[in-house]
């Protein structure tokens, strides 16, 4: 009545899938069903699905080329045993349903397992029928579902932590930043991030502002006005224009020694009138033309930082103008109280606390971006003899200066 174990070969003795009911090794297993082809040769001619073989009983179907074997004791009753093995045969085309080959029952080998498993229980035969072997593997495990969903809650959780730890680490690199008297690696321009007022979130000024500060040292004032030259381009210019034999200019004077002289001297006069608060606004103008003098992109960042000489100053309120221009995207620095700024466009520390004396912290970034027309426009007009260039202030309302055109000229 027992069977033993059960299995599919091929012709030449490979075992493809084989499942063992019984207390039996798995080499013993491997040698029955090996041997099953050889001693299938030897029986040729014989109508028969059964053969017996020492203490063992095969029963066989055929099935594509290869075979379906059940192993048995010699005691079982063949006729269960037969049902069993068409039981079984009917589970290999269930799963293996575009074509029985043995790359497709390898493909499905767990899962014709699972079913044999249904089929067949400690040796004997389930009373079972074939759709009730595939809703039993269909079926769902509540517990599986349970530990699964408690997985992802975990996974979850993890996710949140590890990103409040993230904007608490940001924070604090922020106020050291500040506290240290700059902005150093600084944040971009994306969302506001949430601020804490609370007296833990920040560590005060006064900690930072006890030693005594360095002079700083005036920084260089970058000229404004427009960039048009760099090397690659003096060298297209240069094959340019020997191929169309114009002759080049003398290079003109360097316009960075006017600019510097000028900043140098706008520092010298800030230092004399040593104000107890000063305030430095800074702001770049990025845009990119093409030919036309069509706008590719305009990029505008701005960024204020005040210096207090004075620690009786330390305690000032900049009130700033009205900042309703829906182009441009204002960024305090997380010691400045956000809601008095948000609500009366006060910049002021956060608790009442002094800003830090001797420094130059940042405390408001803006940027915008946007595709409008430049105020200057720039127009070349080639020839044979040379080159033309104009440009014209388009907005007769808005006045530029200290503007420098830098062309690319060879030898320059």
Same mark, same amino acid.
């Given at each position: 009545?027992?069977?033993?174990?059960?299995?599919?070969?091929?012709?030449?003795?490979?075992?493809?899938?084989?499942?063992?009911?019984?207390?039996?090794?798995?080499?013993?297993? !491997?040698?029955?069903?090996?041997?099953?082809?050889?001693?299938?040769?030897?029986?040729?001619?014989?109508?028969?699905?059964?053969?017996? %073989?020492? %203490?063992?009983?095969?029963?066989?179907?055929?099935?594509?080329?290869?075979?379906? =074997?059940?192993?048995?004791?010699?005691?079982?009753?063949?006729?269960?045993?037969?049902?069993?093995?068409?039981?079984?045969?009917?589970?290999?085309?269930?799963?293996?349903? %575009?074509?029985?080959?043995?790359?497709?029952?390898?493909?499905?080998?767990?899962?014709?397992?699972?079913?044999?498993?249904?089929?067949?229980?400690?040796?004997?035969?389930?009373?079972?029928?074939?759709?009730?072997? =595939?809703?039993?593997? !269909?079926?769902?495990?509540?517990?599986?579902?349970?530990?699964?969903?408690?997985?992802?809650?975990?996974?979850?959780?993890?996710?949140?932590?590890?990103?409040?730890?993230?904007?608490?680490?940001?924070?604090?690199?922020?106020?050291?930043?500040?506290?240290?008297?700059?902005? #150093?690696?600084?944040?971009?321009?994306?969302?506001?991030?949430?601020?804490?007022?609370?007296?833990?979130?920040?560590?005060?000024?006064?900690?930072?502002?006890?030693?005594?500060?360095?002079?700083?040292?005036?920084?260089?004032?970058?000229?404004? $006005?427009?960039?048009?030259?760099?090397?690659?381009?003096?060298?297209?210019?240069?094959?340019?224009?020997?191929?169309?034999? #114009?002759?080049?200019?003398?290079?003109?004077?360097?316009?960075?020694?006017?600019?510097?002289?000028?900043?140098?001297?706008?520092?010298?006069?800030?230092?004399?009138?040593?104000?107890?608060? =000063?305030?430095?606004?800074?702001?770049?103008?990025?845009?990119?033309?093409?030919?036309?003098? #069509? =706008?590719?992109?305009?990029?505008?960042?701005?960024?204020?930082?005040?210096?207090?000489?004075?620690?009786?100053?330390?305690?000032?309120?900049?009130?700033?103008?009205?900042?309703?221009?829906?182009?441009?995207?204002?960024?305090?620095?997380?010691?400045?109280?956000?809601?008095?700024?948000? $609500?009366?466009?006060?910049?002021?520390?956060?608790?009442?606390?002094?800003?830090?004396?001797?420094? %130059?912290?940042?405390?408001?970034?803006?940027?915008?971006?946007?595709?409008?027309?430049?105020?200057?426009?720039?127009?070349?007009?080639?020839?044979?003899?040379?080159?033309?260039? !104009?440009?014209?202030?388009?907005?007769?309302?808005?006045?530029?200066?200290?503007?420098?055109?830098?062309?690319?000229?060879?030898?320059?």
């Amino acid at each position: 009545m027992p069977v033993i174990a059960a299995g599919i070969v091929t012709k030449l003795g490979r075992i493809l899938v084989a499942r063992c009911f019984m207390d039996v090794t798995r080499i013993r297993i !491997e040698g029955l069903l090996s041997a099953f082809p050889k001693l299938l040769g030897s029986g040729t001619g014989k109508q028969t699905t059964f053969i017996d %073989s020492g %203490s063992v009983r095969y029963l066989y179907q055929p099935v594509e080329g290869m075979y379906l =074997v059940t192993v048995t004791t010699k005691a079982s009753n063949i006729m269960e045993d037969l049902a069993t093995l068409r039981l079984l045969g009917r589970v290999i085309p269930e799963y293996c349903q %575009s074509a029985i080959t043995e790359e497709s029952i390898l493909d499905k080998a767990f899962e014709i397992m699972f079913a044999m498993d249904e089929v067949v229980t400690n040796g004997a035969r389930e009373a079972a029928t074939m759709e009730q072997v =595939v809703t039993a593997l !269909e079926m769902r495990s509540e517990a599986e579902e349970r530990a699964r969903r408690e997985e992802d809650e975990k996974k979850k959780d993890a996710q949140k932590v590890a990103k409040q730890k993230a904007k608490e680490l940001k924070k604090k690199r922020q106020e050291m930043e500040f506290e240290g008297g700059g902005m #150093g690696g600084g944040g971009g321009y994306g969302g506001p991030v949430p601020h804490d007022d609370g007296p833990s979130a920040s560590h005060r000024f006064s900690e930072v502002a006890t030693a005594e500060p360095e002079p700083v040292k005036p920084a260089r004032k970058i000229g404004g $006005g427009m960039s048009l030259s760099n090397k690659r381009k003096q060298d297209q210019a240069a094959r340019v224009l020997a191929e169309t034999g #114009g002759s080049m200019p003398a290079k003109p004077a360097a316009p960075d020694a006017a600019a510097a002289a000028a900043a140098a001297a706008e520092e010298e006069e800030l230092q004399a009138n040593s104000h107890q608060v =000063v305030l430095r606004v800074t702001e770049a103008i990025s845009v990119a033309l093409n030919r036309e003098g #069509g =706008v590719n992109g305009v990029d505008i960042k701005g960024e204020m930082s005040v210096t207090i000489a004075d620690p009786a100053a330390a305690l000032v309120r900049i009130q700033m103008g009205a900042l309703n221009n829906p182009d441009f995207t204002f960024k305090t620095h997380p010691n400045i109280n956000k809601a008095l700024f948000t $609500g009366d466009n006060i910049l002021a520390m956060k608790d009442s606390r002094p800003y830090p004396t001797n420094q %130059s912290p940042s405390i408001l970034k803006w940027r915008a971006q946007s595709l409008a027309k430049p105020p200057l426009s720039i127009t070349c007009w080639p020839s044979d003899n040379g080159a033309t260039i !104009e440009f014209e202030l388009e907005n007769p309302q808005l006045t530029l200066e200290h503007v420098v055109l830098s062309l690319p000229l060879a030898g320059a």
